[in-house]
C-alpha cells in the first residue's frame, strides 16, 4: 500500500531526512531535477529542444535543475522565467548560478524569456514542456501571471510535464485553482512527484490534470520511518486480488452466499435489478431482491435467476422474518422517500440489529439514516454515500436533540465541504455511524473512522446513473461469499472501477451500468483464475 502524506508532513519527511542523511536540501532538489530529466528521457526520447517554465519557489529550483541537465546533455532550452532572477532566494537561486555557469555548446540554443517575451514568442518548435512554476507551495487562486502563462503552455501540443505536481492543483486536496469559472492547472501528460505522494494526488481534479504519476523517492525509501502520520494510504487492485473469497471446485449455491437486495419501491425498479444482478453476476450463488409488486415482472423479465419477491406495503415485510438465510443484505437502491418506505426501513434495520447481518446501506437507505441517525446498524454495516448523500448524513443532528429540546448548532456542510475534505469526510462518517464508509467520487475514500484508503479514480464514462446500484450489489455479494465487510469494499470499489475503465475503452460517454455489471464478471473471474 502506498502511503499519502500531507504537504505539511512530506515537508518535514524531507528535512528529517536530510539531517539524517547529513545532506543539504539542495542535494533533494539536485536529485529531483536529475531524476525528472531521466524520467523525460525515457518518456519523450526524440525530445531535443526543451521548454521550461519556471516561478521562484522550490519546484522552480526543480526546473532549473532540469534545464542544467537538458543543457549538459546537448539539448536546447528555452528557460520561461516569468519571475526575474532577483526574486529568487535560497537554493532556487543557487540552481539559478549553477544553471548560468555552464558552458553550453556553440551551437546550442538557450533562451531565457520573461513572461512579457514568452506570451509574444512563437514557443511551438519546443519538443516537450516542462512545468516548474508551482508545485506543493500554492496558495489560493493563482495569480493572473501564471494563468496567462498556463494557458499559453496548454495550448502548446507537445508532451507536458509538471514537476513534482501540476501547476494549479492543490496537493492536500486534489482540488485545482479556478478562474471565471475555468481551470487553470497544467494539464500534464505525466508528473514526477518527489519524495512521497501527496494526499491529492489521489483525489479529484489531480486525477484528470497530471496523467502517468511517477513517484521519485530521492532516496526517501521508508518515509514511514519518520514519525509522520500518512493521511491515508492508496493501492490497487494487484494489492487486493487475494481478498477475493475463494470458490471451491465443489460445493453448492449454499456454499457461495445468499445476498439479498432490497429497495425498488413503486416505479423505482432499475436500481435495485441493476444492484441485485450485480451481486449475482459477481458470484453469489444465490441472490433474493424485494421489489415493489408492480416492478416485479420488470425484475424477472431482466434476470430470472434472481429470486424476487414483490411488496405492497411495509406489513409484508413481516414476511421477512428469517433474515438469517442470507449472509449479506443490500439496503436502499430505489427505495423510495414516501411513507411506505420510511417503514420499511425502520423494520428492516431492525430486523437487522437482532442478527448482525452486514448490511450495505445506500441511496435511499442513506436518506432515511440520516432521518433516524441513532437507529443502530449491523456491526460492520457499510455506507456508500456519494458527496451529496454524505452531506445529508454529516448535517443530520442526533434525534435526542430533538426530543430534548435542546439547539444544537447546524453543522451545515456543503457538497464543496465534502469535495475539499474528503478523508477527513469518510472518516467522520464512519465514526458517526459506527459503520464502515465508502465516499464514492473521483477516489474513493474508504474508512472505518480510523484507517483511510484511497482507491479507484475517475473516468468520464463513470459519471451516470445506475453505477452507485452496481457497486452496492458487488460489496453485498462479495461480504455474502464471505469476504469481511472492510475487504468486499475495498475489492469491490476497485473492481467496479477497473471494470468501467475496460468496459469503457476509449468511449467517454455512453456507456451503461449494465456493461460495467458485465464486465465487473469478467473482472472477477481474471481475479479467480490468478487466485487458484
Ligand atoms: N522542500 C524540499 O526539500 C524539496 C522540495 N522540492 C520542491 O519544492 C516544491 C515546494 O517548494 P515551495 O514550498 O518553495 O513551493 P513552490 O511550489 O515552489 O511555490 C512557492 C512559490 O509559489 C508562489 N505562490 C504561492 N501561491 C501562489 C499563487 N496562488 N499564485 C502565484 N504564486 C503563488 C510563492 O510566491 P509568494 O506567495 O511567496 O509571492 C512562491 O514563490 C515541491 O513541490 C518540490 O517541487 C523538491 O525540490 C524536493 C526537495
Ligand atoms: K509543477
Redesign the pocket.
Known sequence: MQPLFSVDSI?KI??NF?KQEGIE?YE??QR?GASAFEQARRLWPQAGHWLIAT????????GLVVARHALLAGFDVTLVAI?PYREFRGDPEKAWQELLSIKKDSHQRFDILGLEQALDTDLSSADLVVDAL??????????DE?CQILERLNQLSRPKLA???PTGIYADSGLC?TKNGKDTVFQADATVS??ALKTGQRLNQALQYQGELILET?GVRHALSFGEEPEAYGCNLQQLKEKLPTRHDVGSKFDCGHALLIGGGAHLGGAVILAASAALKSGAGMVSGWIHHSQQAAGLSVCPEIMWRGYNSHSDFQELADLSRYQAVGFGPGLGRDSTAEQIFLDVITKLQATDIPCVLDADGLYWLAKYTSVPLPVQSVLTPHAGEACRLLNAQEEDVFSTGRIEPQLSVDTAYVTQNRIKVAQTLAKKYSAICVLKGAGTVISDGEQALVLAGAHPAMMTAGLGDALTGLITSFIAQGAKPWDAALLATEIHYEAALSVAANRRRGVTASEVIEGCSILVNQLDQVIN
Open positions: 515537508k524531507e528535512r536530510a536540501l533533494l532538489m529531483a516561478g521562484a519557489g522550490n519546484n522552480a529550483g526543480d519571475k508551482l508545485g506543493t507551495g500554492v496558495k489560493g487562486a493563482l495569480k501564471y514537476l513534482d505536481i485553482s518527489f519524495v530521492l
